[in-house]
């Protein structure tokens, strides 16, 4: 009897401890979740279809925001900004609907720190241009240009998309900013279209919360987001353009030496 109502005890023991440590449990949990989120990563729900099909209405992705805080933005990878200050005017900014309940918005805040719905403050697309290049479209192949050199788009663009409906540039990306195109050109009002708000269309560096990079929802979709191959022949073209000018430099030094002697 006496072994019974030991193991009883230690039962109810044990089970009260349990409820005692809960909220310590949960408040230590609490903590983790918002340093993940502020400091390191962030799960972003896709309102619109504007980076179709690369991300499609619905989708979450998960944003890396450690990634800039260590390197420069690169051209071609798809970015997640706050738009305040320059975006958040006009059409393009899908607002969530506001409830009059109060436990309703209190479950929407959530949702959106935890990328389940919208807040009308972020836009995701993807860079095109960094600071000090020059912007824009179009070719004689009706192509988009970055220093000159023209981008081959059509893996990531939305099938029959053409690069730009509407021609722009050529355009001088702003120091610490950055121009961004939506992957669906016909419905992305991205820095096309608000060339004539602050920035020039631009956006700058720091409202860049961080790189989007994977798909984590739904479970189908589930896919990482690489930086194009053609950025990659850009940086290419773009240094054998950079070395071959410096040796041209270098070559009318030279040849300037024996004339500047004579004179």
């Not at 000159?148 to 099938?159: D, I, R, S, V």
């Not at 355009?171 to 279209?193: A, K, L, Q």
């Not at 054998?240 to 030279?254: H, L, R, S, T, V």
Request: net charge negative.
């Amino acid at each position: 009897m006496n072994a019974k109502r030991e193991s009883t005890d230690e039962k109810a023991e044990k089970s009260g401890s349990f409820w005692k440590e809960l909220p310590i449990l949960i408040a230590i949990a609490l903590v983790l979740a918002f340093v993940i989120r502020t400091w390191i990563a962030q799960p972003f729900y896709i309102p619109s279809g504007s980076m179709e099909n690369t991300l499609l209405i619905g989708d979450r992705v998960i944003v890396n925001k450690l990634v800039y805080q260590v390197r420069e933005i690169k051209r071609g990878e798809v970015v997640v900004f706050n738009g305040e200050g320059s975006w958040d005017e006009g059409p393009s900014m899908v607002q969530p609907e506001e409830s009059a309940n109060p436990v309703a918005r209190a479950f929407t805040w959530v949702g959106q720190q935890f990328g389940l719905a919208p807040n009308g403050r972020d836009y995701i697309k993807r860079v095109i241009g960094v600071p000090g290049d020059t912007v824009e479209c179009c070719d004689e192949q009706n192509r988009v240009l970055v220093n000159g050199e023209p981008l081959q788009e059509k893996p990531y663009l939305f099938p029959d998309s053409i690069p730009s409906h509407r021609a722009f540039g050529p355009v001088e990306v702003p120091e610490d900013h950055v121009w961004v195109m939506g992957d669906h050109r016909g419905v992305s009002r991205d820095s096309r279209e608000h060339q004539n708000e602050p920035g020039g269309g631009a956006v700058p560096t720091d409202h860049v919360v961080g790189r989007a990079s994977v798909i984590v929802w739904p479970v189908d979709r589930w896919s990482t987001l690489p930086r194009p191959d053609t950025f990659e022949a850009l940086d290419d073209a773009l240094a054998e353009n950079a070395g071959a000018d410096e040796g041209a430099g270098q070559g009318a030094g030279k040849g300037s030496g024996p004339a500047a002697d004579a004179g």
